[in-house]
């Protein structure tokens, strides 16, 4: 007995030695890109990289032939999309449809982790302002500036559940300054709900539904539904998609919607991107600071 209780207290040190040196891990790349289709994911830009985007929307499939399925019409949104800190990231853009301006800034506030600190889900927020800049038909009414603006408030919230599947929540908030009668209200609340499912290395499918608890009193708007796939090439993220939605901000791709997928109003599209490094981070700098 004398002997063993040395051994054992020695035992018990190392196990916690062994605890204590437990690595936590950050969990990435939950999905491919700050994109799943429209609406944001958990996902950001890094500290110092410019990112270009490009998303685009052809018209409708029910078009016709005519029209070639959609293929002769278009809706783009330019972005610029710029990480300031590794958590944090802001970004503007210009849509021709509606001609709309935005504005958003995104801050990751938790991040899933395993190995010695285990936390379940990452959490982001984000908010985005909206710039509806079309001219309005002339009536008696002329409207103020501040009347085109809309807001959108979000938390997003993600879990990668393994290599092969992530999913994520987005529940949303969003205000407009001006609607069109005076019992219409202004502040409206919808759930996002987001998947990434892994096909290969390389490929991914993803999934995207926008489910609107209040809605504007237009019949003629609907949930919007998005179907694609993630292509990685080279460091890039090329993504292909089909959806329901022409506008490209949550002003309009929420709560505007007007595409029936049974009815086959479809849009082909696709988002690309380019980054560019503006600032290197440290590690990769020379001792010179260039």
């Known amino acids: 007995m004398v002997v063993a209780a040395p051994f054992s207290t020695q035992a018990q040190i190392d196990l916690f030695a062994e605890k204590e040196e437990e690595v936590t891990d950050i969990v990435t790349a939950t999905f491919k890109t700050t994109r799943v289709v429209n609406g944001h994911s958990i996902e950001n830009v890094g500290k110092g990289i410019l990112d270009f985007r490009i998303l685009h929307r052809f018209g409708q499939f029910s078009d016709g032939a005519y029209n070639l399925f959609g293929l002769d019409q278009a809706s783009i949104r330019l972005g610029l999309d710029y990480g300031i800190t590794k958590n944090w990231m802001v970004?503007?853009?210009?849509?021709?449809?509606?001609?709309?301006?935005?504005?958003?800034?995104?801050?990751?506030?938790?991040?899933?982790?395993?190995?010695?600190?285990?936390?379940?889900?990452s959490l982001s927020y984000a908010a985005t302002v909206i710039y509806k800049s079309v001219k309005n038909p002339t009536t008696t009414y002329v409207p103020y500036q501040s009347d085109r603006l809309s807001y959108a408030h979000q938390l997003i919230i993600a879990r990668k559940f393994g290599d092969y599947f992530s999913f994520q929540v987005t529940p949303t908030y969003f205000h407009y300054n001006l609607v069109q009668t005076q019992s219409t209200p202004n502040d409206f609340m919808s759930v996002g709900l987001a998947s990434r499912i892994r096909i290969s290395k390389r490929v991914n499918l993803t999934g995207e539904y926008y489910y609107r608890v209040n809605k504007l009193p237009n019949p003629d708007y609907k949930d919007a539904l998005s179907i694609g796939?993630?292509?990685?090439?080279g460091g890039h993220v090329f993504q292909l998609h089909m959806t329901n939605s022409t506008g490209m901000t949550e002003r309009t791709f929420i709560h505007e919607t007007t595409g029936e997928w049974g009815k086959g109003n479809i849009r082909f599209g696709f988002n690309v991107s380019r980054v560019f490094t503006i600032i290197k981070p440290k590690e990769f700098r020379n001792p010179a600071g260039l």
């Not at 001609?99 to 990751?108: E, G, I, P």
């Not at 796939?229 to 090439?233: A, G, L, M």
């Open 91 to 121: 970004g503007i853009g210009r849509s021709t449809f509606e001609k709309q301006y935005d504005a958003f800034t995104k801050v990751r506030i938790l991040s899933q982790t395993t190995g010695g600190r285990q936390f379940p889900l």
């Open 229 to 233: 796939f993630d292509i990685e090439t």
